[in-house]
């Protein structure tokens, strides 16, 4: 086997915006404190607010405020009773300190579970401790409370301000970017890369209309998507059907007639070859088998009806039911026997017939749909659904699509997407102007 080649992946924005907050505190410290803050509370809140999305670097923002100021009222509130000199007879100042502190320690926990804050239970009993364990000694003990407070929100308010700068853009929100998966948006892992992951989200939730076309069905869209906010059905089962992830719902499915699911069905039952019959209730897709000595096709069965979104039936479809889609898997040489002998008959001409490899054995896999079935036809259909001006395709066959993707380049989609969908501005005779396009006078 040759041995992978390690990829260093490239600086990111994240980390780019962590250094900028942390040379930020250290300037606003020298401008606005004379260098006498504690810059080091600053800087670590500013590295927490720094999430992937503004959302989380609000909602962070938010808890770190309220940890900070529950831990800095109870750690006052303990710093006013000791200065009291109030004691427990019999037992030393000192012990009868530690055994406060322990107890507020409940006071704080607590008061974050009332509050329905709990996520800033830790931050709070660090605030505490930090003033009533390592500067109750101080001359001023009250004046760290305060400096705590100061430089903790300063840090927070830098942290928010730097994630959510960004340079004047465009906003192209009337484009439908329609994207391939496998080889084009995917990794050969099948994964989606952290860059391309969040670029989508931070585009989706700021309007960017986008989906993907596969020929995959929803099922194997869960899981390498499942981190994708996608507001957009997806076109599944290369073109016939539209399916909404987030809702686990069709929105629009071609189908095969009942009268001609039966007569394809006894056409291949003729010709001795097993067949999975796929069809959609109720928005579930069912998946009906039967025994064969196909090692192929019983392999794929073991494989696919583990799954949670599939639901494989052993039995014939019961009768009167449009079928999606019929499915053989075989060798290359059977699956091009069956191809010749469905073109020589005209029945089968009515019908789409696609031949595509099974990447996982190597076998090859034929599939009948409807001749409407197609992801050009579900492409218009949901052009017209959302009203968008244009489309902007990606994918990895040279002229077929609006971009070209090399193969391996996984990050590609989300990269010029990004520029056609937020190209950067620039200011022309006091007015901003997308960049690579023609100002109007």
């Not at 109870?74 to 030393?92: A, C, D, E, N, Q």
């Not at 069956?338 to 031949?355: A, C, L, N, P």
């Not at 990050?411 to 006091?430: A, Q």
Request: with cysteine.
């Amino acid at each position: 086997m040759k041995e992978r080649k390690r990829r260093f992946p490239k600086i990111g924005m994240r980390i780019i915006k962590s250094a900028c907050s942390v040379l930020l505190c250290f300037i606003l410290d020298r401008l606005l404190r004379n260098g006498k803050g504690m810059v080091f509370y600053a800087q670590l809140s500013a590295l927490w607010c720094m999430q992937d999305y503004v959302r989380e670097t609000k909602a962070k923002a938010f808890q770190r405020t309220v940890g900070t100021v529950i831990g800095c009222l109870y750690g006052l509130f303990l710093l006013i009773l000791r200065g009291t000199g109030g004691k427990m007879p019999g037992v030393s100042g000192r012990v009868f300190y530690d055994i406060c502190v322990a107890g507020f320690i409940v006071l704080i926990l607590y008061t974050t579970v009332v509050a329905e804050m709990k996520q800033a239970s830790y931050f709070s009993c660090v605030v505490f401790l930090s003033i009533v364990v390592n500067h109750a000694a101080d001359t001023n003990p009250y004046l760290f409370v305060w400096n705590r407070f100061l430089d903790t929100m300063t840090g927070i308010l830098v942290g928010i301000a730097v994630n959510c700068m960004e340079f004047p853009r465009s906003k192209n929100r009337d484009i439908l970017f329609l994207s391939g998966l496998d080889d084009t948006l995917l990794s050969e892992e099948g994964a989606l890369s952290a860059y391309s992951r969040v670029e989508l989200n931070r585009m989706i939730e700021d309007g960017a209309k986008f989906t993907v076309s596969t020929l995959r069905t929803p099922a194997a869209l869960m899981e390498p998507l499942r981190e994708v906010d996608l507001k957009l059905p997806v076109i599944v089962m290369d073109g016939a059907a539209l399916f909404y992830i987030s809702e686990k719902r069709y929105e629009r499915v071609y189908v095969i007639s009942p009268e001609h699911s039966r007569q394809i069905t006894e056409k291949l039952n003729s010709m001795g070859f097993s067949f999975f019959s796929n069809i959609i209730v109720d928005d579930s897709l069912f998946i009906y088998y039967s025994k064969s000595d196909n090692p192929y096709y019983n392999e794929l069965v073991k494989r696919m009806r583990c799954s949670p979104y599939r639901n494989y039936i052993c039995r014939s479809y019961p009768e009167g039911e449009n079928v999606v889609y019929f499915m053989m898997i075989d060798t290359p040489e059977r699956i091009e026997k069956i191809y010749t002998v469905m073109m020589e008959d005209s029945f089968f001409h009515g019908f789409k017939i696609t031949r595509e490899q099974d990447r996982s054995s190597g076998a090859e896999m034929l599939k009948i749909y409807n001749h409407n079935a197609s992801k050009e036809h579900m492409t218009e259909y949901l052009k017209k659904k959302i009203s968008v001006r244009k489309i902007v395709s990606f994918g990895t066959v040279k002229g077929r699509y609006t971009h070209y993707i090399l193969p391996g380049d996984f990050n590609g989609v989300v990269k010029l997407m990004k520029k056609e969908y937020e190209p950067l501005k620039i200011r022309r005779s006091g007015k901003f102007s997308p960049i690579g396009q023609k100002e109007i006078h």
